[in-house]
């Protein structure tokens, strides 16, 4: 009975002792971090944290690339992408995670879908303050006339979630939900209150997207971005000829029970469990989900962050206009307890941002913007810092061993990636925060 409750409770994978068997990289494709402003002793304490979280056992696979001044530190990736998940049988055939692996990004998704409207904006096609109304009129139905793209695309568009009890297989059929959320009646009035749409406003960006150029929003990224940068994959969903090379999701880390089950379905709209199994459905990638099945690597997602840091362009080919930069990072409210989420967030319209002197992206980080994708994998640029930021990972658990080795990841990064001159008067100015915080950070940093 005791090793029975242990295996439901331990969620986990075995980690060999010699994790060099099962790390991949090519040398080639790092630049020495002397040209990023680095030490090989910053790089090596980066590389370390990333394997001590692989060691938790929650993660099958992780692959991480890391940017500095536009050079690739690290591009890496430990454990297998499929066959030695929680669950997987021990004769499954065991294939390796490489930096080449693509990887669902969830809602990391929401982050290039915000992007191709700030693109139409760009174009002058649309503008931030419209009514959605005007493009889906259909979407005026129940008092939500007045919700404007910018109060969808900045989480305060008044529908965070579907009804309850909305069957999740809807998702596969984008008409079918996208008349639902038109019918829906909103839970609160555009603008009035932050909460993290989760599922719902990728889905109405995507009909405008569609309304306005006659193409969806898969043929506009791979037109704007896929093809000018020769990704490989970065597409919503793939052919089903690549779908078998997509890293397989897992269910790890701790059962979860009464509240924290209770607030994860309400944001996710279903159990935490079954997201897990959708992603793995192949029917999630012969679909566009907006806000949720973006396909790419860890190398392409920095680069497409690097392309931000860089205000549009990357390897000599502009994609966005500077001010179209500006416009997607600016922040969108004061930091603020989300409704959905239950914890204190702050967004731009787009991203998700940092805060001082700790906040998602690490310490000081209220220059940084990104998103995170079903908690687990990170993309992020900080200015700041100069850095583009890509962690992917295959397993998904909400709480776990791997919360204290993922904060410490981060706060890794902070402190081995410095501060540029220029932006040491505003962190200075936030140093009087660090003080309730300072011992915590030491007791974390120690063997730093």
């Not at 090596?44 to 944290?49: E, F, S």
């Not at 005026?140 to 979630?161: F, M, Q, R, V």
């Not at 840091?309 to 600016?330: C, H, M, Q, S, Y």
């Not at 640029?381 to 100069?386: N, S, T, V």
């Amino acid at each position: 009975m005791y090793n029975y409750l242990k295996s439901k409770i331990n969620r986990s994978i075995r980690i060999p002792k010699d994790i060099s068997g099962v790390t991949t990289f090519n040398p080639g494709d790092e630049s020495p971090p002397s040209d990023a402003g680095m030490t090989k002793k910053e790089a090596a304490a980066i590389w370390a944290g990333v394997e001590d979280l692989y060691r938790t056992g929650v993660y099958p696979g992780i692959s991480f690339c890391l940017r500095r001044k536009g050079q690739v530190v690290l591009n890496r990736a430990i454990g297998h992408s499929r066959g030695n998940g929680y669950g997987d049988p021990p004769d499954a055939a065991k294939i390796l995670m490489t930096p080449d692996t693509p990887v669902c990004q969830f809602s990391a998704s929401k982050a290039i879908t915000a992007m191709m409207i700030h693109l139409l904006v760009e174009r002058g096609k649309i503008h931030l303050s419209d009514p959605v109304a005007h493009y889906i009129p259909e979407f005026a139905a129940n008092g939500k006339h007045h919700i404007t793209i910018y109060h969808l695309i900045s989480h305060h568009g008044g529908i965070p979630a579907p009804p309850p009890g909305v069957d999740p297989e809807l998702l596969f059929d984008h008409d079918a939900f996208i008349a639902l959320l038109c019918g829906q009646k909103p839970s609160a009035e555009g603008g009035k209150q932050m909460a993290y749409h989760a599922i719902t406003g990728g889905a109405i960006m995507g009909e405008i997207i569609r309304r306005v150029t006659g193409e969806d929003i898969r043929t506009l990224l791979r037109k704007t971005v896929q093809k000018p940068l020769g990704f490989k994959y970065f597409s919503y969903g793939l052919p089903d000829k690549q779908i078998p090379k997509i890293a397989v999701n897992y269910d790890t880390g701790w059962p979860l029970v009464f509240p924290v089950s209770y607030l994860a379905k309400r944001a996710l709209s279903v159990p935490w469990g079954e997201v897990v199994r959708i992603s793995n459905d192949p029917r999630f990638m012969q679909v566009i989900i907006p806000a949720a099945n973006l396909v790419a690597t860890a190398d392409e997602m920095s680069q497409f962050f690097q392309l931000m840091l860089n205000g549009g362009e990357l390897n000599g080919v502009r994609i966005f206009d500077p001010l179209t930069i500006k416009r997607a990072v600016a922040a969108a409210d004061a930091m603020k307890l989300d409704g959905t989420m239950v914890v204190p967030m702050r967004y731009s319209p787009g991203m998700m941002l940092g805060a001082s002197p700790i906040g998602m992206w690490g310490p000081y980080s209220e220059s940084a913007y990104g998103h995170v994708g079903f908690i687990h994998i990170l993309c992020w640029a900080d200015p700041a810092r100069d850095i583009a930021v890509s962690l992917q990972t295959t397993g998904k658990p909400l709480v776990g061993p791997h919360l204290m080795a993922l904060a410490r990841l981060l706060l890794i990064i902070g402190r081995n990636c410095k501060i540029k001159p220029g932006f040491h008067q505003a962190v200075q100015a936030n140093g009087a925060l660090l003080v309730p915080l300072q011992n915590m950070l030491k007791r974390l940093l120690l063997d730093l």
